[in-house]
């Protein structure tokens, strides 16, 4: 089993920058890709970013690409999402998704986190 917990969202106002962070513990055998997702109130949850194991490959939704910057630190096995020039349409909870599973980068693996909330005020 897998525990993953975002951490680092919050009030900004438009414009503004937020960094989530994704630590996973547990049983993190396997290389396996992770994911950004958010959701928002009375919307489907939507892909929003997401990176290989190795960290050579990161993809991005449209609406967020050139504003947000997936990384990770394996040493720490910590996902980072650098979310710059936010918008009020941001505004949802962010989840982490990790864990086999996943048949392409954009897609889902097994394991989610508890998601944390980001609030874009205008």
Aim: proline share 2%; glycine share 14%.
């Amino acid at each position: 089993q897998v525990q993953l917990v975002e951490s680092g969202g919050g009030l900004v106002q438009a414009g503004g920058s937020l960094r989530l962070s994704c630590v996973a513990s547990g049983r993190t055998t396997g290389h396996h890709a992770t994911g950004w997702f958010r959701q928002a109130p009375g919307k489907e949850r939507e892909f929003v970013a997401a990176i290989t194991y190795s960290g050579s490959t990161a993809v991005y939704a449209d609406s967020v690409e050139g504003r947000f910057t997936v990384s990770r630190d394996s040493a720490k096995n910590t996902v980072y999402l650098q979310m710059n020039d936010l918008r009020p349409e941001d505004t949802a909870v962010y989840f982490c998704n990790a864990g086999p599973g996943r048949t392409e980068l954009r897609g889902t693996g097994a394991y989610w986190g508890q998601g944390t909330q980001v609030t874009v005020s205008s």
